[in-house]
């Protein structure tokens, strides 16, 4: 083998053996400093406009993509006791209209619902071992599919009282003897700084928690 090959091979082994040290460095860096997750949704507060009284519904509107404001008037329910108003019960953006003007409505029956856009968060599930690791008040990097470009930054506003489990339909109970441990989530709320308008509730996202 000739000298040149052989300077050649060196290099590329120094090189191989950096990468992997710099790998290793920045891995040992970013498990120490930061949590991770991308089980995680862009969320807000649902409200919902509901019938005051069993009716005929009229004046009706409203359109998805519209804005209200708390306690606007938006429709009428002609019911047996005379006219009762519709109003909202929170300023947002309508975000799902479940019918139309004129149609008759039960007492009570969700006409639509809105939520707040200037009011985003994230919701994420974080590992049971790992909450040790984080308090309220953490900044966050986000990372939201609609607008994948862009890092958002975040701040952790609250951490949650129980496990996701707790809330299962079905639960995790076990009545046969054979039990398999399996580490629990915990939802944490993370607040949003400026979201764009790409950034639309039920959006996946991703999650860095600094831990410093």
Do not use: C
């Not at 509901?50 to 008037?73: M, Q, R």
């Not at 953006?93 to 639509?112: I, Y």
């Not at 975040?154 to 109970?173: C, D, H, P, R």
């Not at 046969?176 to 607040?191: D, L, R």
């Amino acid at each position: 083998m000739n000298r040149g090959r052989l300077v050649l091979i060196n290099v590329i082994g120094l090189v191989i053996i950096l990468a992997v040290v710099a790998g290793g460095a920045y891995y040992y860096y970013e498990s120490t400093n930061f949590i991770k997750t991308d089980e995680a949704k862009v969320t807000g507060d649902l409200y919902t406009i509901v019938a005051p009284a069993a009716g005929k519904l009229a004046d009706w509107d409203l359109e998805e993509g519209d804005s209200v404001s708390k306690n606007a008037k938006v429709a009428n329910v002609t019911s047996a006791e005379g006219k009762e108003t519709v109003k909202t019960a929170a300023q947002g953006t309508v975000v799902k209209t479940q019918v139309h003007d004129e149609q008759l409505v039960q007492a009570g029956q969700t006409l639509a619902q809105t939520i707040d856009m200037d009011d985003l968060s994230i919701t994420a599930n974080i590992e049971e071992n790992k909450l040790k690791d984080i308090e309220k008040g953490d900044s966050v990097d986000i990372i939201i599919d609609g607008d994948s470009g862009t890092v958002f930054e975040g701040t952790l506003e609250q951490i949650g009282y129980a496990t996701t489990s707790v809330f299962s339909v079905m639960g995790n109970q076990n009545s046969s003897g054979n039990y398999t441990k399996v580490t629990q989530k915990v939802p944490v709320k993370i607040s949003i700084k400026a979201p764009s308008d790409k950034v639309l509730p039920g959006m996946n996202a991703e999650v860095k928690i600094s831990t410093n």
